[in-house]
């Protein structure tokens, strides 16, 4: 009996201890106050890459450890690099004057990396890593579209732009729709729409000796990475463990981007 009472009485001990953990700000990790238009990813581990999907250099797959940081919800907009122009005099993209790509709410396209950079510098921030944008874009259960499998919303792509018009749009999306697509944590258009510059210069085989925590890509290099497909591709193209890669100095119709902001 008496056992049986100090059992129930650890046993209580124990879950009072872990209500205060977890209700109280004294004993709770908080969670930093987000930045306006921006997600909050927490530290921790999550499988980076593939090895039974797509390209060579999508793999091996791997765990890897990233810091917490913040990652804007939507791609950068027109809107957005608008008031960066305004603010700096930097010169218009490539395809400002396209009215199929121009409406102030479709994500900017027609910017180099070097764009990117400034613009993610002019807000203190920068532009992701590769192993930052895809945990934002799949989670940690090893999805590979931000939604889950390939064809869990259906056949109809109300969820990610892609090439064609089933999607209700035959060239860039505004950066808030596909709301169904979103990622684990929120984050829009992981898939699709544009093409997405990330920080790391890009290497075939970095995967296999790339380090386990925050790795960022190799010193050097000729490309950079660009992620997550665009308007012009098929579904199977916009695999979030898909990579892609071109000249820091290429403008393109689908490419675009979003920034990153780290947690000190």
Not at 51 to 59: H, I, K, L, R, V
Not at 175 to 182: H, I, P
Request: aromatic share 18%; net charge neutral; with cysteine.
């Amino acid at each position: 009996m008496r056992n049986s009472f100090c059992f129930f009485l650890l046993n209580f001990l124990l879950s009072r201890l872990f209500f205060l953990c977890v209700t109280n700000p004294v004993f709770a990790q908080t969670q930093p106050q987000t930045p306006e238009g921006m997600v909050y990813i927490p530290e921790g581990y999550f499988e980076m890459g593939s090895s039974t999907a797509g390209s060579e250099d999508e793999g091996p797959s791997h765990f890897v450890y990233t810091s917490s940081y913040y990652i804007d919800r939507f791609e950068v907009s027109n809107s957005d690099y608008e008031k960066f122009m305004l603010s700096t005099g930097h010169p218009q993209p490539k395809y400002w004057e396209d009215a199929r790509l121009n409406d102030p709410n479709s994500p900017v396209v027609g910017v180099s990396w070097s764009d990117a950079m400034s613009y993610a510098r002019w807000l203190k921030r920068r532009l992701p890593t590769e192993a930052e944008w895809e945990k934002a874009a799949r989670g940690t259960d090893g999805r590979l579209f931000p939604w889950g499998g390939k064809w869990d919303k259906g056949f109809f792509f109300y969820f990610v732009n892609i090439y064609g018009e089933s999607d209700n749009y035959s060239f860039t999306a505004p950066v808030d729709y596909y709301k169904s697509g979103m990622s684990p944590f929120g984050v829009f258009n992981m898939a699709g729409n544009v093409w997405e510059w990330c920080q790391d210069w890009y290497q075939k085989e970095y995967y296999r000796y790339s380090p386990e925590r925050n790795p960022d890509g190799p010193q050097t290099g000729r490309k950079k990475v660009l992620r997550g497909g665009s308007w012009a591709n098929e579904i199977e193209g916009v695999r979030v463990t898909r990579r892609a890669r071109n000249h820091p100095s290429m403008k393109n119709e689908i490419y675009g981007f979003r920034t990153v902001l780290p947690i000190q």
